[in-house]
């Protein structure tokens, strides 16, 4: 049997007709730039996430980017973040001129471990960017107390986790900025790049229209640099077309994940959640699964936890399972930001998750026969290997 890490033909097929029209009426009205598509598509994701505005941009890096831009935070300036996450967050940190300050994860969630911010202030501090990994929010109880006692800037990098919630608050609603990607891979994918910035407040929304079409207002007067971070008009009506899917697409990546779980506890294999895991520890267990530690978890990806992660997923591999590690090299350890003069240990927690993490199928339209052939390969792995 095969089972793709990703089967977005399966996602396609029962909304192609819906896709096909949108798309045939941007092309009819000739109309690629901005307009009232792109202005939908806004509003639509704005009220989704609980915001009052959205501003819509080419993809989830440019969102983190022009955010730091329009905040004029650049050189001298230090941005706090997690270094296990997609290279766009620190990146854009980087890419703006700032410094990117690293914190731990908690390993039971893998988001950044809020408690351990406080001690990375420095008066040049200037913003915080949670990541809510594989789809579940970082603690912003605790990221918006210290931001706020500290005066700092929270950017919510919300790409995974479009509709998750924490006590009752939707992504990308609690921080002064979210960041969505509409990367296809990502729960509301779109036919290309894009993505949107949401936000609270109508001048930061302002500031961020005037930004991606390169700071100009009105057109050709340049108060400030921006660059062109516009939301193409096809992306967004496929976009604001896909949404409508989204909430039957999150409950059934929701069901697959209680399935796995089922699954694993009915398998016999020793399995634990992952507050269990106890780093260089005993292990009691040999696959630690996701715990849910929010509201609403989306399940952008579903991720267990294991010493031989490299060996199964070369024996899932070999068995047509699809897999993938997210992400094997913490940021403090990337080549190019060298620079920052981390060295291996700097970051015992992330550094752990990168190299025992894995990443199973989870996409809606996984079969429950897929499913019972993924946890039994897994289960004959162990124990083949016991
Ligand atoms: C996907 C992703 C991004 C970047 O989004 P793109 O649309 O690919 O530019 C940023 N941060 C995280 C955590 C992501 O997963």
Redesign the pocket.
């Known amino acids: 049997m095969k089972v793709p890490l990703l089967d977005l033909k399966a996602q396609y097929a029962p909304i192609r007709a819906e896709i096909e029209a949108v798309m045939a009426e941007v092309m009819e009205s000739q109309h690629f730039i901005l307009g009232p598509q792109v202005q939908k598509c806004e509003e639509a994701i704005a009220g989704y996430s609980a915001c009052a505005y959205g501003v819509g941009v080419s993809?989830?890096?440019?969102a983190?980017l022009i955010c730091l831009m329009t905040e004029g935070i650049g050189p001298g300036d230090e941005v706090i973040t997690t270094p296990y996450?997609?290279f766009?967050?620190a990146g854009s940190i980087a890419r703006a001129g700032a410094k990117p300050v690293f914190v731990d994860i908690d390993p039971t969630s893998y988001n950044l471990n809020a408690s351990e911010i406080e001690s990375k202030i420095t008066p040049r501090t200037r913003a915080i960017i949670p990541?809510h990994?594989y789809g579940q929010m970082a603690d912003m109880d605790a990221v918006m107390e210290v931001a706020q006692r500290h005066r700092l800037l929270v950017i919510e990098?919300a790409?995974?986790a479009i509709g998750a919630e924490y006590k009752g608050r939707r992504a990308g609603s609690i921080g002064h900025y979210g960041c969505f990607?509409?990367?296809p891979s990502?729960n509301l994918g779109a036919a290309g790049?894009a993505?949107m910035v949401v936000t609270q407040d109508p001048t930061r929304a302002e500031n961020l229209i005037r930004c991606r079409t390169h700071g100009s207002k009105p057109k050709y007067y340049h108060k400030v640099i921006g660059g062109n971070f516009r939301l193409d008009t096809l992306q967004a009506a496929v976009v604001a077309a896909k949404l409508r899917h989204l909430d039957n697409w999150t409950s059934a990546r929701q069901r697959n994940a209680e399935r796995y779980n089922l699954l694993f506890q009915e398998s016999g294999l020793p399995i634990a959640d992952s507050s269990r895991y106890e780093s260089g520890g005993n292990q009691s267990a040999c696959v630690f699964l996701p715990k849910v530690v929010t509201d609403r978890h989306i399940f952008n990806q579903y991720v267990i936890r294991t010493t031989r992660r490299d060996q199964l997923k070369a024996a899932l591999q070999e068995k047509g399972v699809g897999t993938e590690i997210y992400y094997p090299v913490p940021m403090h350890l990337q080549e190019c930001f060298s620079y920052l003069g981390h060295a291996v240990g700097a970051f015992p927690k992330s550094e752990g998750a990168a190299s025992e993490t894995l990443a199973l199928p989870i996409y809606p339209e996984l079969t429950d026969q897929q499913a019972r052939y993924v946890v039994k390969c897994i289960a004959e792995f162990f124990s083949a290997g016991a």
């Not at 993809?59 to 440019?62: I, K, L, P, Q, Y």
């Open positions: 993809s989830g890096t440019d983190l996450t997609f766009a967050t990541v990994l990098d790409a995974q990607s509409f990367f990502k790049d993505g």
